[in-house]
């Protein structure tokens, strides 16, 4: 069905989806995407700096379903910024990951479009 896809897409991943989404499946969804508008592949980064640390899994989206502190970074300012983008039909996004509370940044959020920008996970 990627072919026949005209819509613009955001396509959102996580350093630590090593299981059930990996880079190279990643890759392979963002090249079949051979007809849509626009696209952006980005990756978020784990963060181990403060605590609770920040898990970029692939359960990482349900955090906010289980009422849980540890990845509402990942799901605010990835995932729902990601949504407000596309409802705002933009898939260039600039992330704001927000800052430990000792003052030090979160991990910034990496744009791997074209996929070969985020050599270090091939």
Not at 22 to 45: G, R
Not at 100 to 117: A, V
């Amino acid at each position: 069905m990627a072919p026949a896809t005209t819509v613009p897409i955001i396509q959102l991943w996580g350093d630590l989806d090593n299981r059930y989404a990996t880079w190279p499946e990643q890759v392979e969804a963002y090249n079949f995407l051979t007809n849509v508008e626009s696209k952006a592949l980005y990756s978020a980064q784990s963060d181990t700096h403060g605590s609770p640390s920040l898990s970029a899994g692939h359960i990482a989206p349900v955090s906010f379903w289980e009422d849980t502190a540890s990845n509402d970074s990942l799901d605010y300012r990835y995932y729902f910024a990601a949504i407000d983008a596309a409802l705002d039909s933009r898939v260039n996004i600039e992330f704001d990951m927000g800052r430990w509370s000792d003052g030090d940044l979160l991990n910034p959020i990496l744009d791997c479009t074209p996929p070969e920008n985020c050599s270090q996970f091939y």
